[in-house]
């Protein structure tokens, strides 16, 4: 298990940028899968974007493809979402997820370790 903590949240006009990352204890962050997830009110959470452990390969939900990037850096067990174009329908909090294994999946029950989330609110 890893502890994971989001950061980077916020509240942006629509078609403005945000920047979320996340912060990953242990030593063995570069074994696992990271993922995020975000959950709308009155919705269930979904997936959003996913990297494999050794980052070179990436999936996304078709909704946030080219407007969305995940990225991650192994040295500082940290996982990023680069985010623009934003929509109001992008408005979710954001979860990290860690999950033993090494592709970049999107399946959320694969996923042992989540954050606490982080509220992104992007306004019309």
């Known amino acids: 298990q890893v502890q994971l903590v989001e950061s980077g949240g916020g509240l942006v006009q629509a078609g403005g940028s945000l920047r979320l990352s996340c912060a990953a204890s242990?030593?063995?962050?570069?074994?696992?899968?990271m993922g995020w997830f975000r959950q709308a009110p009155g919705k269930e959470r979904e997936f959003v974007a996913a990297i494999s452990a050794g980052g070179s390969t990436t999936n996304y939900v078709n909704s946030v493809k080219g407007r969305f990037t995940i990225s991650r850096d192994n040295a500082k067990n940290t996982v990023y979402l680069q985010m623009n174009s934003l929509k109001p329908e992008d408005t979710a909090v954001y979860y990290c997820?860690?999950?033993?294994?090494?592709?970049?999946?999107?399946?959320?029950?694969?996923?042992?370790?989540w954050g606490q989330g982080t509220q992104v609110t992007v306004s019309s």
């Open positions: 997820a860690a999950g033993l294994f090494t592709i970049a999946s999107m399946r959320r029950d694969g996923y042992g370790s």
């Open positions: 242990g030593r063995t962050f570069s074994t696992y899968g």
